[in-house]
């Protein structure tokens, strides 16, 4: 077993694909978390150790590197076996009185983060804060009108480089949980409103949700179970900050009867039907 070998590590194969090594790296990274044990004093250690493996073997190019021998686990580069040095040559040496060797610049690798939000405060825009294998805690402000599935960029919150390379990215991926009243389509909210049976007949002022809070619409008299009212601006903003022209609310009508109606009601809807019977359905002959 060599010495600082990514590979053992993470506890992968030599010839595990990126994929395996990241859930690899993922598994490790929760479970050596310094958080986890902060009565061990190795566990910052093991865990930038940790870091360090899967940063080589999660690029492909530092990866082909550390297989063909010309970086070690640190990322630093190997002298070519047998290579002679010069009996009267001199070698600067650092104060501590070691020699140091080149060093191979290696960029840090994006992390990838999930973040559940509500539907509310995705299209309203709010501010949540992520928990990083680090330790630190992110700070993620989603813009209004944020769609599922969305990623966000926060820069050089990833893995840090090595040798003076930049630090990677922090990838955070928002998902939207679904919701018992709202649904999204492009920029627009639809929405069902129930309305009893004399206000769909007669008309009414009713109070209708939003994300902004409930709002006063008018129901038409002779309303029916999937009329349509359209509530202009009152749907998800636009632009990439949130900050443009909002879409519309639409909100489709649905008449509820009576859970248990009385004698009296059956009784006029008996005779006002005898006097009054009207089609809704085409004949299924076609005649």
Same mark, same amino acid.
């Given at each position: ?112 983060? &999930? ?151 059956? &009784? ?14 085409? &004949?299924?002959?076609?005649?």
């Amino acid at each position: 077993m060599l010495l600082n070998d990514p590979y053992d590590i993470l506890g992968v194969d030599t010839e595990a694909d990126v994929s395996e090594i990241k859930v690899a790296y993922r598994k490790l990274a929760r479970e050596k978390h310094p958080d986890r044990d902060p009565g061990n004093p190795w566990a910052e250690d093991e865990f930038k150790e940790l870091t360090q493996a899967y940063t080589i073997l999660s690029d492909p190019k530092t990866r082909r590197q550390y297989d063909r021998g010309e970086i070690d686990g640190n990322g630093q580069s190997r002298r070519a076996s047998g290579q002679r040095q010069k009996s009267n040559s001199k070698k600067p040496k650092h104060p501590a009185g070691k020699s140091k060797g080149p060093t191979i610049k290696i960029n840090g690798t994006d992390v990838e983060y &999930d973040l559940t939000v509500s539907f509310i405060d995705a299209a309203k825009g709010c501010t949540k804060h992520v928990s990083m294998t680090n330790g630190k805690r992110l700070k993620v402000t989603i813009p209004a009108g944020t769609e599922d599935g969305k990623l966000l960029r926060l820069k050089s919150q990833g893995m840090p480089g090595i040798g003076g390379g930049s630090d990677g990215d922090a990838l955070v991926e928002i998902a939207v949980a679904a919701d018992p009243i709202f649904r999204r389509d492009e920029t627009d909210i639809h929405v069902e409103l129930a309305i009893s049976l004399p206000e769909a007949v007669l008309g009414a002022k009713v109070k209708a949700p939003t994300i902004d809070g409930p709002v006063s619409v008018t129901v038409p008299a002779c309303s029916n179970t999937g009329s349509i009212l359209r509530l202009k601006g009152k749907g998800l903003p636009t632009g990439p900050k949130g900050g443009g022209p909002r879409g519309d609310q639409y909100v489709t009508l649905k008449v509820i009867l009576p859970r248990n109606p009385d004698r009296a009601f059956v &009784d006029f809807i008996t005779d006002w039907s005898e006097q009054n019977n009207y089609t809704v359905r085409p &004949d299924p002959d076609g005649t």
